[in-house]
């Protein structure tokens, strides 16, 4: 590792006069440039996506898992006393940090938004609620439920392990979608700079074949090629990644907008990841423009 | 340094030669003659490793040069200096930096400094020394080529018709250069279908003369 790191960073120094041998190419400079700037654009939105849905992960996480809710389904005249049972149980239940039974309000409220603000809840059916709040390492929930049905029968312990989890995984989806984005562009950047390397290999058969005369080894040669590319994949990068920055900077805020889009940003140190991006353009640069160097000069031997 | 020991080369299905061998020991004055098409630019090219015989043994500085990696040959050509005909340039260069460039690839560029203004003196282009080679006329591109060839202190010098495009005074100007380079104890190759050049050389450094006809190389007189 060690040593191919210490192969890139020669290479990359490499001869300043190596350089000159290889003539000035513009098209494929161009062409360099361009790609590499506009895939860390689409980097910078893509690394933005997977720090967004990795701290939705985390809060959707960390909101749902320290609470949970029990529901006392009875008949009118046993309510209350089954209430009171299932707070005195849970009161005295390892990792619950308090359990709190809603109030009449609470519970027209949570009601509110299906059936209107008229609706008469005193007079209706419906279970009684209590809200747990874990602490610690939260309680154990298989031996909590053989307790309520031993002594709350009427009791339903909802853990939110049925909301948390599908939420949990959609975040994760999201993000494994965002690293793949990043991933394809990277490979598709590599692909980009390999077409463009091999064009100005072929363009320049006539300086190889001079530098091969004069006795220049191939890694000699692909280096003037490598570094070339890799400086220009470095540079493009850096404008895309300002660039992106920029456009993520000048989002909507959440104040405005509201909504899971408005989260698409980064945060804090989050904002030094995305100089990542023009490194890696350069590592997918150089590893590209070797391979395809050195394989251009093998074929041409 | 160089041997070529019953050498064959087909190219395209058809044996260009075959039995041919050659020494290129320090201190030798050799030309080589022959027809056009008769494959003297080729027997040139595998005695630099440009090219891998088809058959039979090709030596260069010891090593068999089937043997040897791309790396390999590259290491060997910076003991080989090759003129060629059309003296193959880096356009965008100038001539110094060209003439350079063996002493660049080799990593000791640092040596040309003094070296490299003596040189070009020694073959007239001190003035010519940062134009480009498209700027250069036809006898100033071989003896920058010459330069170049011999900046490396090469043991084997190697010309493929250095004088192809070049008057006669030049001619001789180059053969005085070839000749003071042998004198040095440097290995020296022609090919060239000059015979003036040949019978020139011969008055003044011991030489010998080979014909490649037929497919076979041959020792040969000047009045082949």
């Known amino acids: 590792m060690i040593t191919a790191f210490g192969r890139f960073i020669a290479m990359l120094a490499g001869d300043p006069l190596a350089d000159r041998s290889v003539p000035p190419t513009g098209y494929t400079a161009r062409l360099t440039l361009f790609t590499s700037g506009a895939m860390a654009f689409l980097a910078v939105f893509a690394l933005a996506l997977s720090l967004a849905t990795g701290r939705l992960a985390d809060r959707w996480s960390a909101e749902l898992a320290r609470t949970s809710t029990l529901r006392i389904s009875a008949p009118a005249d046993q309510l209350d006393a089954q209430q009171a049972a299932a707070i005195k149980l849970l009161e005295t239940t390892p990792g619950v940090a308090s359990a709190r039974a809603l109030s009449a309000e609470e519970q027209q409220e949570l009601l509110e938004p299906w059936f209107g603000p008229d609706i008469p809840i005193a007079s209706l059916p419906i279970p009684r609620l209590i809200e747990i709040i874990e602490e610690g390492d939260g309680y154990d929930p298989t031996g909590l439920r053989a307790r309520l049905q031993a002594e709350v029968p009427g009791a339903i312990l909802d853990d939110h392990t049925r909301w948390r989890e599908p939420l949990i995984d959609a975040a994760g989806r999201l993000r494994l979608l965002a690293v793949t984005a990043i991933l394809l562009i990277a490979a598709a950047m590599g692909a980009m700079i390999t077409l463009a390397a091999q064009a100005a290999l072929s363009a320049n058969a006539q300086v190889i074949r001079v530098m091969r005369l004069v006795g220049a080894r191939d890694l000699y040669i692909a280096g003037a090629f490598v570094r070339r590319f890799t400086i220009r994949a470095f540079a493009g990068a850096a404008a895309g990644s300002i660039v992106g920055m920029l456009a993520v900077l000048l989002l909507p805020s959440t104040e405005v907008a509201g909504g899971f889009l408005t989260g698409l940003g980064f945060q804090g140190a989050g904002w030094f990841a995305p100089l990542c991006i023009p490194v890696l353009a350069a590592v997918v640069a150089f590893f590209a423009t070797r391979a395809a160097a050195l394989r251009t000069l093998r074929t041409q031997s | ?224």
């Open chain 2, 1 to 224: 340094m160089i041997e070529l020991d019953r050498v064959a080369y087909s190219y395209g299905g058809g044996e260009l030669f075959s039995d041919v061998s050659l020494n290129l020991a320090p201190g030798s004055f050799q030309f080589l003659t022959g027809p056009s098409g008769a494959g003297k630019t080729t027997l040139l090219k595998l005695c630099y490793g440009e090219l891998r015989a088809t058959s039979g043994h090709v030596r260069l500085f010891g090593q068999n040069a089937r043997e040897m990696g791309r790396d390999e040959v590259a290491l060997a050509r910076r003991k080989i200096g090759v003129v060629h005909q059309d003296c193959q340039f880096l356009d965008h260069l100038p001539v110094a930096e060209n003439i350079a460039l063996p002493l660049t690839v080799a990593g000791r560029a640092q040596e040309a400094g003094d070296y490299l203004e003596d040189l070009l003196r020694w073959v007239g282009l001190a003035h010519q020394a940062g134009q480009l080679p498209p700027e250069l006329s036809g006898g100033e591109r071989q003896r920058a080529a010459l330069a170049r060839a011999v900046i490396i202190s090469p043991d084997v010098i190697i010309a493929d018709e250095p004088t192809g495009n070049i008057d006669w005074e030049m001619s001789q100007r180059l053969l005085r250069l070839l000749i003071e380079l042998n004198k040095m104890g440097k290995a020296v190759l022609i090919a060239t279908h000059d015979m003036n050049l040949i019978r020139a050389a011969k008055t003044q450094v011991q030489s010998r003369v080979l014909r490649l006809n037929n497919r076979r190389l041959q020792a040969a007189g000047v009045d082949l």
